[in-house]
């Protein structure tokens, strides 16, 4: 289920809309149960188990069901391929700050869209997007936090071996600094996933910062001669 999973079952409880869910891991469903007594069927996995979950899922069995996937990066066509014209939804919840929730409505699902519509309002904030615009937005508000985060962590440890200074507390000034909260990245990125491939990408990069706070010290060193 993950994290994305686990936050919209948690804010469709509290709005008190029953949820029946399934979980690998906890075994407290199965698929096949969840789909017979679901009209909206929510899919938030990993797009690497999409296959997988492609040929568990009976073709008559998902008839008339909607779907509502958060799988990122994954395009309409690639379900449409295998489950054929279902009615589809693509959704990009972000679990920090005050993001709405971007969705992107498919061809097949225009019947549903206003039930789909209200669903998901009671999400939160809503705002609808052209699937061609799904990534971006993915990168800016479901993968924002935690590249942005890295890459002041990573700051901040430039900062605090130029300074002699303790990594986290170096980390800590700056957060609060700028008044936002450290969050455990962890929870954000999943293994071999696309917030992970950022980070990656970053901590590759640690010369940057390096060069970036030399730059600073070589002014203030200048000034301090005027």
């Given at each position: 289920?993950?994290?994305?999973?686990?936050?919209?079952?948690?804010?469709?409880?509290r709005r008190k809309v029953k949820v029946i869910s399934f979980?690998?891991?906890?075994?407290?469903?199965?698929?096949?149960?969840?789909?017979?007594?679901?009209?909206?069927v929510f899919l938030c996995l990993r797009p690497q188990n999409l296959t997988r979950l492609f040929k568990e899922l009976d073709t008559n069995a998902i008839a008339g069901k909607v779907f509502i996937t958060a799988a990122a990066a994954v395009p309409m066509q690639?379900?449409?391929?295998?489950?054929?014209?279902?009615p589809l939804v693509r959704i990009m919840p972000s679990l920090h700050g005050r993001s709405p929730l971007f969705f992107s409505v498919g061809e097949y699902a225009s019947s549903q869209k206003a039930q789909v519509i209200k669903l998901l309002n009671t999400l939160g904030a809503t705002e609808e997007i052209p699937e061609?615009?799904?990534?971006?937005?993915?990168?800016?508000?479901?993968?924002?936090?935690?590249?942005?985060?890295?890459?002041?962590a990573q700051y901040a440890e430039a900062v605090a071996a130029k300074g002699k200074l303790p990594k986290q507390k170096a980390?800590?000034?700056?957060?609060?600094?700028?008044?936002?909260?450290?969050?455990?990245?962890?929870?954000?990125?999943?293994?071999?996933?696309?917030?992970?491939?950022?980070?990656?990408?970053?901590?590759?990069?640690?010369?940057?910062?390096?060069?970036?706070?030399?730059?600073?010290?070589?002014?203030?060193?200048?000034?301090?001669?005027?």
């Open positions: 289920m993950g994290n994305v999973g686990g936050w919209l079952r948690a804010r469709l409880k979980d690998r891991k906890q075994k407290d469903s199965s698929l096949q149960e969840v789909i017979a007594k679901s009209g909206v690639k379900y449409y391929r295998s489950l054929g014209k279902v061609k615009e799904m990534d971006a937005y993915m990168y800016l508000v479901s993968s924002g936090a935690a590249v942005v985060e890295e890459f002041l980390a800590q000034m700056l957060f609060k600094a700028l008044n936002i909260p450290q969050t455990d990245i962890a929870k954000i990125k999943t293994k071999a996933g696309i917030t992970a491939a950022g980070i990656i990408a970053i901590r590759k990069n640690k010369k940057f910062f390096k060069e970036v706070v030399m730059a600073m010290a070589a002014q203030a060193a200048k000034i301090q001669k005027i």
